[in-house]
């Protein structure tokens, strides 16, 4: 990737010493970086999760889900009011969710299957 860099820094150098006009922004809007570029092959997923008390089955708050993909870099988000999160995450992919919130045991779930984006996903979380 520096090297890339250095290589267009030199051509636009030498372009503005032989005297060529051009727009720098246009040039730098027309360059597609690898994490910019998507693959449009692959298919992604919502994943539907509801955190809920494990006594009496009441939605939880305010809930930390960290979710770690298996070939990826991970996501957290908090519950809502109704204790309702979601991730969209690359179809067909294992992941890793970590359970948080002040007052209740810690949980993880490792999820290995396909997602299905119509259900909802409940986990219970007692606590401490």
Same mark, same amino acid.
């Given at each position: 990737?520096?090297? &890339?860099?250095?290589?267009?820094? +030199?051509? #636009?150098?030498?372009? /503005?010493?032989? =005297?060529?006009r051009?727009?720098?922004?246009?040039?730098?809007?027309t360059?597609?970086?690898?994490?910019?570029v998507?693959?449009?092959?692959?298919?992604?997923?919502e994943?539907?999760?509801?955190v809920?008390?494990?006594?009496? &089955?009441?939605p939880?708050?305010? +809930?930390? #889900?960290?979710?770690? /993909?298996?070939? =990826?870099?991970?996501a957290?988000?908090?519950t809502?009011?109704?204790?309702?999160v979601?991730?969209i995450?690359?179809?067909?992919i294992?992941?890793?969710?970590?359970?948080?919130k002040?007052?209740?045991?810690?949980?993880n779930?490792?999820?290995?299957?396909?997602?299905?984006?119509?259900?909802?996903?409940?986990?219970?979380?007692?606590?401490?």
């Open positions: 990737m520096w090297v &890339k860099t250095s290589v267009g820094a +030199v051509a #636009v150098i030498s372009l /503005v010493l032989a =005297g060529v051009f727009n720098i922004r246009d040039l730098i809007d360059v597609k970086f690898p994490e910019q998507s693959n449009p092959k692959k298919e992604y997923l994943m539907k999760i509801l809920l008390y494990e006594t009496n &089955k009441n939880i708050e305010n +809930v930390e #889900v960290k979710l770690i /993909v298996s070939n =990826g870099s991970p957290t988000k908090k809502d009011d109704n204790g309702y979601s991730f995450i690359p179809k067909e294992g992941v890793t969710l970590f359970f948080r002040q007052g209740f045991k810690n949980k779930k490792t999820w290995n299957r396909t997602i299905d984006p119509e259900r909802v996903n409940i986990y219970y979380l007692t606590p401490e």
